[in-house]
C-alpha cells in the first residue's frame, strides 16, 4: 500500500481553488465571461474612471491584454471610456448592459457560494473567519 503523503495547506488549497475556479468557469461561461472577464469587469464598475494601465496592474495583465478586453467589451456595449477627446487617458466605465451581466454573474457565484457552504458549512465558516482576521491585522 502507498505511503500517504503529509497534508499539505498549500496543496489542498490550490487544488480547492481550480475545483473552485473551474465550477466558477462553468456558471459563467452562458454569460459570455470567463473569470478574469468577470474579474476586470469588477474592477471596472469598482472603480469607475479607472485607467488602461491601472486595470491591467490590478488585474495582472499585459496592458495590451486590457485594451483587447476592454474594446471587446465596448463592442458588446459593457464598458465605455468617459474621455470626451482623443489623445486623453481613458476614463473606463460600466454601462447598464455591463451592470445586467455583473448582476447576473453575482447571482451564479451567490448559487455557487450556498451550494459550497451547504456541502462544506465548517470549511466556508473557517475561511470567512481568517479573511476577516487577515483584514483587521496592519500592513
Same mark, same amino acid.
Given at each position: 500500500? %502507498?505511503?500517504?503523503?503529509?497534508?499539505?495547506?498549500?496543496?489542498?488549497?490550490?487544488?480547492?481553488?481550480?475545483?473552485?475556479?473551474?465550477?466558477?468557469? /462553468?456558471?459563467? !461561461? %452562458?454569460?459570455?465571461?470567463?473569470?478574469? !472577464?468577470?474579474? @476586470?469587469?469588477?474592477?471596472?464598475?469598482?472603480?469607475?474612471?479607472?485607467?488602461?494601465?491601472? @486595470?491591467?496592474?490590478?488585474?495582472?495583465?499585459?496592458?495590451?491584454?486590457?485594451? =483587447?478586453?476592454?474594446?471587446?467589451?465596448?463592442?458588446?456595449?459593457?464598458?465605455?471610456?468617459?474621455?470626451?477627446?482623443?489623445? =486623453?487617458?481613458?476614463?473606463?466605465?460600466?454601462?447598464?448592459?455591463? /451592470?445586467? @451581466?455583473?448582476?447576473?454573474?453575482?447571482?451564479?457565484? =451567490? /448559487?455557487?457560494?450556498?451550494?459550497?457552504?451547504? =456541502?462544506? %458549512?465548517?470549511?466556508? /465558516?473557517? @475561511?470567512?473567519?481568517?479573511?476577516?482576521?487577515?483584514?483587521? !491585522? %496592519?500592513?
Amino acid at each position: 500500500m %502507498p505511503e500517504i503523503p503529509p497534508f499539505s495547506p498549500t496543496v489542498t488549497l490550490l487544488t480547492m481553488g481550480r475545483i473552485w475556479e473551474s465550477a466558477l468557469a /462553468e456558471a459563467l !461561461k %452562458p454569460l459570455g465571461l470567463t473569470t478574469r !472577464k468577470y474579474g @476586470l469587469l469588477g474592477h471596472i464598475r469598482g472603480t469607475p474612471g479607472i485607467s488602461f494601465s491601472d @486595470l491591467a496592474r490590478r488585474s495582472r495583465i499585459t496592458v495590451q491584454s486590457a485594451h =483587447a478586453t476592454i474594446a471587446a467589451f465596448a463592442a458588446d456595449g459593457l464598458v465605455e471610456d468617459a474621455t470626451a477627446r482623443a489623445g =486623453a487617458a481613458s476614463r473606463l466605465q460600466v454601462t447598464e448592459a455591463g /451592470e445586467r @451581466l455583473l448582476a447576473e454573474a453575482a447571482q451564479k457565484l =451567490a /448559487e455557487l457560494d450556498a451550494e459550497f457552504a451547504a =456541502a462544506h %458549512p465548517g470549511l466556508t /465558516e473557517a @475561511l470567512r473567519l481568517h479573511v476577516v482576521d487577515l483584514m483587521a !491585522k %496592519p500592513r
